[in-house]
């Protein structure tokens, strides 16, 4: 599957952004979908993950009660809805799939997109 990040951009410290994550193909729905961002000089780390059927969802502590991972496996996207945000939230935002759980670990994803830049300023 391939997978096409996009809805970056630049946005002032409260406001709200959408990051959508198309993907090719039909087997869109075998795959759990998660979020990760990589700031610069910093590691990447886990934001969000759903599962294949968008039951289960699971969030970093850092974007609980802010952020909202949904999917529409008709439509073959997922999304990262992003409230309240925070100049620590500026990263890279990458989506990727995993066939086989829902994980937090970026090590056990199959398909990555590329990042989509998010910047939010003070």
């Known amino acids: 599957v391939q997978l096409q990040a996009s809805g970056g951009g630049l946005v002032q410290a409260g406001g709200s952004l959408r990051l959508s994550c198309a993907a090719s193909?039909?087997?869109?729905?075998?795959?759990?979908m998660g979020w990760f961002r990589q700031a610069p000089g910093k590691d990447r780390e886990f934001v969000a993950t759903i599962s294949r059927d968008g039951i289960f969802r699971y969030y970093a502590d850092s974007v609980k009660g802010r952020f909202t991972i949904s999917r529409d496996n008709a439509k073959n996207t997922a999304y990262l809805q992003m409230n309240s945000l925070k100049p620590e939230d500026t990263a890279a935002y990458y989506c990727?799939?995993?066939?086989?759980?829902?994980?937090?670990?970026?090590?056990?994803?199959?398909?990555w997109g590329q990042g989509t830049l998010v910047t939010v300023s003070s």
């Open positions: 990727a799939a995993d066939r086989l759980m829902s994980s937090t670990r970026g090590s056990e994803y199959d398909y």
């Open positions: 193909g039909r087997t869109f729905s075998s795959y759990n």
